[in-house]
Every structure is written in C-alpha cells, then in structure tokens.
C-alpha cells in the first residue's frame, strides 16, 4: 500500500462525533422597530423622506433621467429602463423597492427581482429606496433567515450612500455609488 492510501485510510478512520451549531443570543432592538430603522439610516448619512417630501424633492432637482421600478412610483420615471446598462452612465435618481429592511444597521435588502440591471444602484447619482414598514427586521441575524434558500442570482444589503475614507481619514461621499440614499418607509 503506497503511503498517500496509509495517509488517507487513516484519515477516513478518525471518528467524527457530530456537534451542534452554537445557539445565537437574541439581541433584538429595544424600543420601535421603524424608530430603531430610521435611526440607522440616519446614522449612515442616508435620509427617511414621506411620499409628499419625496415628490418635492424631486420637483426641486428637476432630474433630467429618473428610472422609477417601485410599484406606486412609475410617475417619477421620465427615461426607459434600456437593455444595455451601459446607457445608464448618467443616470440621475432610480427608485427602486426594498425587500425588507434591518432596524440594528438601517440595511436594506435588494434582489433580482427589484433590478432590471443589478448595476442601478451602484450607477446612479441618488438612490430612493421604497420600504413597507411591515417589512422591517430587528437584526441582520433575522433578516438572513428571510433570506434563505431563496434562490436569487443576484442580491445585496444597501446601508447608505457609497462613502469611503483614505489614510488621512478625508470622508467622500459617492465614492463607489450613489451620492445620497433617500428612503421612503410606507
């Protein structure tokens, strides 16, 4: 018998007893979940709009290409989604709908089914994001379990505007993506 099916037999015959996955502590948020929720989003330098603040917002930038994908919202839109994502490069606001949010972190969960382009939030200037406040979670732990099996090709956590910060510790804002994230709790 060559050594490397010594080695492997060997191997095979260590007995493995199964053990359990630790049990997670429930940390939960105190107090009002949509409270907790805005709370975080303000802390992400994000922004918490009604529907009426929201329109005039908009009416105030006076936006030249707006991608509105959020059921209840399509008015807002005065460009085409486009097949190739590459005529996206100027885009100025999308809106888009949220899956469900977390109260601990103000994170906000983004799937295929939400995005025409899995590119939209990263591409454009200002990020709207529609959230149903029965939808919200207290912790990231909670969410994950909505998640599940679910297949998606395509998902991600948005917390923010992109931001970044160098060595000298000089904040930017819209670094990577979008320059503000507004969301609109309904």
């Known amino acids: ?7 492997l037999n060997a ?5 493995r007893e199964e053990k359990p996955l630790p049990s997670l502590p429930d940390y939960g ?3 009002n979940l949509e409270e907790a929720f805005s709370q975080s989003i303000l802390g992400n330098k994000g922004e918490i709009l009604t529907t009426l603040e929201l329109e ?7 936006f030249e290409k707006v991608i509105a994908l959020a059921a209840g919202f399509e008015q807002y839109s ?9 005529e996206l490069d100027d885009l100025n606001l999308a809106i888009l709908e949220g899956q469900f949010g977390v109260a601990e972190n103000g994170a906000i969960w983004l799937d295929d089914s939400q995005l025409k382009h899995r590119v939209l939030p990263f591409i ?3 990020l709207v994001l529609i959230l149903e406040k029965k939808n919200l979670y207290p912790t990231l732990h909670q969410a994950y379990q909505k998640i599940g099996n ?19 510790q000089s ?3 819209g670094a990577h993506g979008a320059k503000s994230l507004r969301v609109v709790l309904i």
């Not at 191997?11 to 007995?15: C, E, T, V």
């Not at 005065?78 to 590459?86: A, I, L, M, V």
């Not at 679910?150 to 000298?168: C, N, Q, R, Y």
């Open 1 to 7: 018998m060559s050594s490397r099916k010594k080695i």
């Open 11 to 15: 191997i095979r015959g260590i007995s």
């Open 29 to 31: 948020v105190s107090g």
């Open 56 to 62: 005039a917002w908009i009416k105030e930038q006076r």
């Open 78 to 86: 005065n460009f085409e989604t486009p097949s190739d994502p590459h």
């Open 124 to 126: 454009t200037e200002h």
């Open 150 to 168: 679910e297949f998606s090709g395509f998902g991600l956590f948005v917390a923010g505007p992109s931001k970044t910060a160098d060595i000298e």
């Open 171 to 173: 904040l930017v804002i």
